[in-house]
């Protein structure tokens, strides 16, 4: 499985680049995961392909808990789709309808903060998934 977050800017805060590339080495045993960021936003359909799951993640969508979030990784993986991309957004933004929503919190969080979130909780489900302690 192939997972992309992109986002809108260029991570800036060391202690999130950290965290990323921690979690990046976890999660290297189940998939490969990368962060693209976008320059403009209309680049963004460039990396949206037949087989890919589009998830657009921002505030204000239901929230769903971590188990939750590791059955639709499991299903996710069921479509045929070999790369996921979460797109995390600020705004309403509708090149290409996407798939699913995620929001991780229904405040408003900093775009870095956010991915590096989105990062621990893609381990957490790949965690849960595989039975193992670090989830609980």
Not at 43 to 57: H, P, Q, R, S
Not at 73 to 96: A, R
Request: glycine share 2%.
């Amino acid at each position: 499985m192939n997972i992309k977050i992109i986002i809108q800017e260029k991570i800036q805060k060391s202690f999130i680049k950290q965290g990323m590339e921690e979690y990046e080495k976890r999660l290297s045993k189940y998939c490969k995961i990368n962060y693209i960021p976008l320059k403009k936003l209309e680049d963004l359909n460039k990396y949206i392909k037949e087989k890919t799951y589009f998830i657009m993640v921002r505030s204000g969508e239901k929230m769903i808990s971590s188990e939750c979030f590791a059955q639709k990784f499991q299903k996710w993986g069921l479509t045929g789709k070999s790369d996921i991309i979460f797109f995390i957004t600020s705004q309403d933004v509708f090149f290409q309808p996407p798939h699913d929503y995620l929001s991780i919190t229904s405040m408003d969080v900093d775009m870095e903060l956010t991915t590096l979130i989105l990062y621990e909780q893609i381990y957490r489900a790949f965690t849960i998934l595989h039975h193992l302690p670090y989830h609980k």
